[in-house]
DNA sequence: CGGGAGATGGGCT
DNA sequence: GCCCATCTCCCGA
C-alpha cells in the first residue's frame, strides 16, 4: 500500500487488515534500523470474537485494543514471545489486527543479529513472535502511536493478489476459528505458513 | 525443508 | 492451576 497508513487506519478492521499488506513497518532503534513490508495479517474483530483477548472484556492485558486506532498492542505469548497489533475502530470498541510476517527490506544485518538462529533470510520476520525479535519489538512499547513513534507504520510498496483464510492458533475459539480473517499476499516467500 | 517435543511466564477463572 | 494469537531444536530427507 503505497497510501499513507494515516488514511486508512480509521477504517473497519478487516479493511485495516487487507490495506496493511505491502506497508513498511519498521523500527528506528538505538541499535540502527530495522523493518520490512507487511505481507500477512489476522483481523481481532470486538468483544464477541471468541479469539480474541478482548472476549475477557476489558483487562490490564486488552486495555489498549479499547484505546484510539493508530496504537500499538503489544502482549507476551507463550511465555516467551512478543505479538504486535495495530489497534482499529473507534476508542471504546475492542478490535486489532496482528502483524503475523514481514519481507525485510532494511536493516537485515541488525535483523540477523537480534535473529542468529535463522537459517536463511526468509525466516527473519516469517512470524508474529520472529518480527518482533528481528526488529526489537519489546512490551514496553505497548501503546506507542504507529504513525509518529521509532517504531511505525509508513506508505510501502504496491501490494499483489491478497489471499485469506482462517487464523492460526486459534482452535479454542470454537464457530470464531473458521473465520477467513487471516490475509497475506498471495506467493510471497515470508508468510508463516 | 518439515514434523514433533518441549520451553516458559503472565493472564485469567 | 490451566491456557495460551509461538518458536527452536533435533532428527531425517
Redesign the pocket.
Same mark, same amino acid.
Request: include cysteine.
Given at each position: 500500500m503505497t497510501e499513507a497508513p494515516e488514511a486508512f487506519l480509521k477504517s473497519d478492521t478487516l479493511t485495516v487488515a487487507q490495506r496493511l499488506i505491502g506497508v513498511l513497518l519498521f523500527h528506528q532503534s538505538a541499535d540502527g534500523l530495522a523493518g520490512g513490508f507487511i505481507v500477512e495479517t489476522?483481523a481481532?474483530l470486538g468483544p464477541d470474537d471468541r479469539?480474541?483477548?478482548?472476549s475477557?472484556?476489558r483487562?490490564?492485558?486488552?486495555e489498549t485494543?479499547f484505546g484510539p486506532p493508530g496504537f500499538a498492542?503489544i #502482549?507476551?505469548?507463550?511465555?516467551?514471545?512478543n505479538?504486535l497489533?495495530v489497534v482499529t475502530e473507534p476508542e471504546g470498541y475492542p478490535a486489532?489486527v496482528?502483524i503475523?510476517a514481514l519481507e525485510p527490506c532494511m536493516g537485515q544485518d541488525l535483523m540477523r543479529r537480534r535473529?542468529p538462529?535463522?537459517?536463511?533470510e526468509e525466516?527473519l520476520a516469517n512470524?508474529?513472535?520472529?518480527?518482533c525479535?528481528a526488529l526489537g519489538v519489546e512490551r514496553g512499547m505497548n501503546g506507542w502511536n504507529l504513525c509518529t513513534s521509532a517504531l511505525r507504520l509508513s506508505p510501502g510498496r504496491e501490494a499483489g493478489e491478497i489471499g485469506a483464510g482462517p487464523?492460526?492458533?486459534?482452535? #479454542?475459539a470454537g464457530s470464531w476459528q473458521e473465520k477467513p480473517w487471516r490475509f497475506y499476499e498471495l506467493g510471497n516467500r515470508n508468510l508463516?505458513r
Open positions: 489476522e481481532y479469539a480474541s483477548h478482548a475477557h472484556g483487562t490490564r492485558r486488552s485494543m498492542y #502482549y507476551l505469548i507463550y511465555g516467551m514471545y505479538c497489533n486489532a496482528l503475523r535473529r538462529r535463522a537459517r536463511r525466516e512470524g508474529p513472535g520472529k518480527l525479535q487464523r492460526i492458533g486459534v482452535d #479454542y508463516s
